[in-house]
């Protein structure tokens, strides 16, 4: 599955998703693309999913236009996030096309 990471999304998740490719907006030159913009490239570009940690993203798009999935990060702490990173890891192997996913870790 070919995976995006956002702006906020921390670096070190990628650890995690070695059996994915994973590129960055930064890499890919979409660090100023508003978020309409950044999924229609995306999806362009051929991703499968972005992982964001816009908590604001589906109030503001219209996601059924898009056929790429969105994982959004409720917590963008990594130190916070990383003993959860294999369960970060399970939910991008389940996601579905067009699929949004909220992960939060258990509490």
Avoid: C
Wanted: no cysteine; net charge neutral.
């Amino acid at each position: 599955m070919r995976v995006l990471f956002d702006q906020g999304t921390s670096l070190p998740l990628k650890r995690w998703l070695a059996a994915h490719h994973v590129e960055t907006a930064h890499q890919r030159g979409w660090s100023k693309l508003l978020n309409s913009e950044l999924l229609a490239a995306a999806e362009a570009a051929g991703f499968d999913l972005l992982i964001t940690t816009d908590q604001n993203l589906r109030h503001q798009q219209d996601l059924s236009r898009f056929g790429i999935a969105v994982l959004v990060l409720m917590i963008a702490n990594w130190p916070t996030i990383e003993p959860h990173a294999p369960m970060i890891a399970a939910a991008v192997d389940k996601i579905r096309p067009r699929q949004y996913v909220e992960w939060s870790p258990p509490e």
